[in-house]
């Protein structure tokens, strides 16, 4: 790690500029060491890329070989075969209407509970915070049956209505801080403009958490593309699948072919990857503002 | 107008989507826990036979002790990893953000995608791991690293670990950016060196993070269910067998709704003691320090 600054500023000049060397020779080891282990962090990705475009029988010859040429052959077989298109577009669509129910309905409750504390509004909380963390196998067994006998199994309607109410809990907390920040001058204003509550919401409030509602709906995508567990549980229709049961029905369980799980992975994975690379910042901010509190 | 009530309102519809798809949920697994209900008809009230049955066989209680093994192993290794990285890069702003960026990296990816490309990795068929083993001159330590009850276990953690350290490392880089700077740069006049404040000054500041570190990778390991899922399916011989994949197997395959309720129900309570405690614990450490 990096060497503490001198005790004092009273060593001689000379003394100083030696240890101002040393610090830089040893911090720029550090750097790099450091950095050395990060990547050899992104080995498995790496390797995830470089083998998706490899056959079956290199891989078999020599494991650890790097693609000789970019054979996109099993790229075009995995999109072929998991209907790879269709399930971005059911993903996509998934993801946009859970945002929007989520956002209207997390943001409406959040609003009374951020300008008011009272029993109730800590009653709604605690009730918010336990749908934080429970886990999903303690409802997969009812809302497996609650759904079949509504008829919402296999059906988008049945899919979207389970990540909202997944994502609702995480909506309210978001909203809620968020709205505690902001100053309550603007709505004292309309309110002596004898505005309702519901016409300051629409109009006051709601503007304003446009930036809230952009990080919300970063996490729900993340959910909606990745969640396993209810779309294994409730989709059956292959035009319905979202990406991952279409990953894990292409891919299979038994005997795992390199040749269709590296595209089939990197396809999978691809999407949200470069969606990290464009809004990291906004992304890991979401990540740490609910968690350092 | 009586505004003072009508804010309340609000609230409304997302209390009625938690009641209909969270808290019904969960009083129906309870009822359906004291029944041999198995998706048809009505079940019959068989008290408190499920729950019996999770205690009295052992084939449960292995499920249990495993997912408590995975939990444990997951949260120390994966915070002190997560710590080391968040540690170092504090002192190294010049890498800091693409390293946090890039160790976040996988915990961007599915557990499925995870869980396919580690099975590989772990593969005795020409799979990464065995292959680079080889390279270096350590063919005496191959082995069908998912299919060998020894080291199973400790290959789905290590793939886990993998893709939360970057995480955990987020969170801890965060409650570093809350130790205010007078107080590391006093440290630093009084010539602490970079162990020492880390010791004494910037580890007992972090007690915030560490008890949230602990607490979500408690929850999140607890319920654990794709990777041992995808990667072993259980086996080898139940080494990996978790209590979220036996309530699967218990609802897919054979379709017994009352006791895979009892099984979550039972699921739920630990999870709500262990976090309860833990968080207890952790949050009058936080206090004292």
């Known amino acids: 790690m990096s060497i503490s600054m001198n005790k004092s500023s009273s060593g001689s000049p000379k003394g100083n500029g030696m240890k101002f060397t040393g610090k830089t020779v040893f911090s720029a080891s550090a750097n790099v060491f450091v950095l050395f282990l990060v990547i050899a962090m992104l080995i498995p990705v790496a390797y995830m890329i470089m083998m998706s475009f490899r056959t079956g029988s290199e891989i078999a010859q020599d494991p650890l070989g790097f693609p000789t040429s970019l054979y996109f052959g099993n790229y075009i077989n995995a999109m072929d075969k998991m209907n790879y298109f269709r399930s971005v577009v059911n993903s996509l669509g998934i993801t946009l209407s859970v945002t929007a129910l989520v956002s209207l309905l997390g943001s409406m409750a959040a609003y009374p509970l951020a300008r008011r504390t009272n029993g109730f509004s800590k009653a709604v909380i605690m009730l918010v915070s336990l749908g934080l963390a429970t886990p999903n196998f303690v409802n997969i067994t009812p809302i497996y049956i609650i759904f079949r006998d509504l008829g919402l199994l296999d059906s988008y309607v049945g899919i979207i209505i389970v990540f909202t109410a997944l994502n609702l809990p995480l909506s309210i907390f978001f909203y809620t801080g968020f709205i505690s920040s902001v100053p309550k001058e603007l709505e004292e204003a309309a309110r002596l403009d004898n505005c309702s509550n519901w016409q300051i919401y629409w109009h006051v409030i709601r503007p304003l958490l446009g930036s809230a509602t952009a990080t919300l709906s970063l996490f729900v995508m993340l959910m909606v593309w990745n969640d396993f567990i209810y779309p294994l549980l409730l989709l059956t229709d292959e035009s319905k699948f979202t990406v991952m049961i279409s990953v894990y029905r292409f891919v299979g369980n038994r005997s795992i072919e390199p040749d269709m799980l590296f595209p089939a992975a990197v396809l999978g994975s691809l999407p949200l990857l470069i969606l990290f690379g464009f809004f990291q910042r906004r992304i890991l901010s979401g990540v740490t503002a609910g968690a350092v509190k | ?86 540690t170092a890069l504090f002192r190294l702003p010049r890498i800091r953000n693409f390293s946090r960026a890039a160790l976040f990296t996988p915990a961007m990816m599915s557990f499925v995608i995870v869980g396919y490309v580690w099975q590989f990795i772990y593969s005795p068929y020409s799979g990464g791991l065995n292959a680079m083993l080889v390279s270096i001159g350590l063919e005496s330590f191959q082995r069908p690293w998912l299919g060998d009850p020894s080291t199973a276990l400790f290959a789905i953690t290590a793939a886990h670990i993998w893709m939360f350290v970057g995480y955990s490392c987020a969170i801890f880089l965060a409650g570093y950016a809350n130790i205010p700077t007078d107080i590391q740069e006093a440290s630093r006049l009084d010539g602490a060196s970079s162990w020492q404040r880390f010791c004494h000054i910037e580890f007992p500041l972090l007690a915030p993070s560490i008890t949230i570190n602990i607490v979500l990778a408690t929850i999140g390991t607890l319920k654990t269910f794709e990777l041992p899922f995808i990667m072993t399916g259980g086996g080898p011989a139940g080494a990996t067998r978790t209590l979220s994949l036996e309530i699967m197997t218990n609802l897919f395959g054979r379709y017994k709704f009352g006791f895979a309720s009892a099984l979550s129900i039972v699921m739920l309570i630990v999870i709500v003691v262990v976090v309860t405690l833990m968080n207890k614990y952790l949050r009058n450490r936080e206090n004292n320090t």
Do not use: H, W
């Open chain 2, 1 to 86: 107008m009586n505004n003072k009530l009508n804010i309340y309102l609000f609230t409304i519809p997302a209390l009625l989507v938690l009641c209909i798809f969270f808290i019904y949920p969960i009083s129906l697994s309870l009822q359906m826990s004291f029944t041999d209900f198995t998706g048809v008809g009505i079940g019959n009230d068989v008290g408190l036979k499920n729950y019996e049955r999770i205690f009295s066989r052992s084939r449960y209680l292995d499920a249990i002790t495993i997912t408590f093994a995975f939990a444990f192993i997951v949260v120390v290794v994966q915070n002190l990893i997560g710590l080391f990285f968040a």
